[in-house]
């Protein structure tokens, strides 16, 4: 009978990614936790194999290990611009429900801990309250050492250009700008990856859990420069586009939900770069990194 391994935020970027990639793997029987198991995406996740069971990180610990019941291993991702503050509270007591029902291993979804590595000057919740809900599952895993933690870092999102960060018509009107605050004068690039990546990573890690066992594996399909990112745009649409620089303190004025929050993510980027002192060679030995320009071939952006 095969292991049961169980994945948060299974109707969601990362989720979904895993959810399709162990699927593909075939060695894992696959329990899709949903919000709202009678949605679309739901549907369509039972339709591909999955069994989906209603859970979220909201819930109750008692419900979450009832949703997680008999599960080899967890998938988890917790989402900071749902939950803000929250997040570390969530995440913890998923980990808890996951230690005392009886899981063996469990994959979290972090990020660096930019106030410990910048001593104090740098602060990014987002980055911040994942560091922290990792170290409670390292610790959890101290106290009970068959109970197996790794962790999959993300770069900057590939989905994010175009989108969140768009590319716009230059006033001259024959060229176009994207615009980032992706310091040109850093000697560190940009670590940019599709999403995607995510999911034949996490399954590669389940299949190998005394390997990992205690291990963050970073990826990035592309480390560039906002030119380069440039370069790679008008390549793949045919048109001529250039980099902007925006400062992060400009960025932090704009006013939008969040933009704070991200000035300082580029900050911290600019400075330290987004997986400081970790081994960025371990992602590429578990599977094929997706490049940008191979994922602008597949997502084309569109200029008119």
């Known amino acids: 009978m095969s292991k049961i391994i169980s994945v948060f935020g ?35 996740l039972k339709a591909e194999g999955c069994e989906v069971v209603k859970c979220d990180v909201v819930d109750s610990k008692q419900d979450i290990e009832a949703a997680i019941k008999g599960s080899y291993g967890v998938f988890l991702v917790t989402a900071f611009w749902h939950y803000f503050e929250k997040e570390k509270e969530y995440g913890n007591k998923v980990a808890d429900a996951c ?6 291993h469990l994959v979290f979804s972090g990020l660096s801990p930019c106030k410990k590595i910048s001593n104090g000057r740098i602060d990014v919740p987002h980055f911040d309250l994942k560091a922290e809900i990792e170290d409670h599952i390292r610790e959890l895993s101290k106290k009970k050492p068959q109970f197996i933690s790794s962790f999959v870092y993300v770069p900057f999102y ?19 700008t994207i615009s980032l605050p992706a310091d040109p004068s850093s000697k560190i690039p940009l670590d940019i990856g ?7 990573l996490a399954s590669g890690i389940f299949n190998e859990p005394s390997k ?10 592309s480390s560039l420069s ?12 045919g048109k001529q586009v250039n980099y902007n620089y925006i400062p992060t303190k400009v960025f932090a004025t704009f006013g939008f939900p969040g933009a704070v929050e991200i000035a300082n993510m580029f900050d911290f980027y600019n400075e330290f770069g987004a997986f400081y002192s970790l081994d960025t060679s371990l992602a590429s030995k578990i599977t094929k990194l997706t490049t940008l320009d191979k994922y602008l071939e597949k997502n084309p952006i569109t200029l008119n």
């Open 194 to 200: 599709d999403v995607d990546d995510v999911g034949p």
């Open 226 to 237: 906002g030119d380069e990112i440039a370069k790679s745009i008008s390549k793949a649409t």
């Open 10 to 44: 299974a109707t969601g970027a990362q989720g979904g990614s895993v959810v399709r990639a162990l699927l593909k793997d075939g060695k894992f029987k696959v329990r899709a936790l949903a919000r709202d198991p009678n949605s679309d995406a739901s549907k369509k």
């Open 212 to 221: 990992y066992s205690g291990v963050v594996v970073p990826y990035a399909g």
């Open 99 to 104: 230690f005392d029902a009886g899981v063996e």
């Open 158 to 176: 590939m989905q994010n250009l175009g989108t969140l960060f768009k590319v716009d018509k230059s006033a001259d009107g024959n060229s176009y």
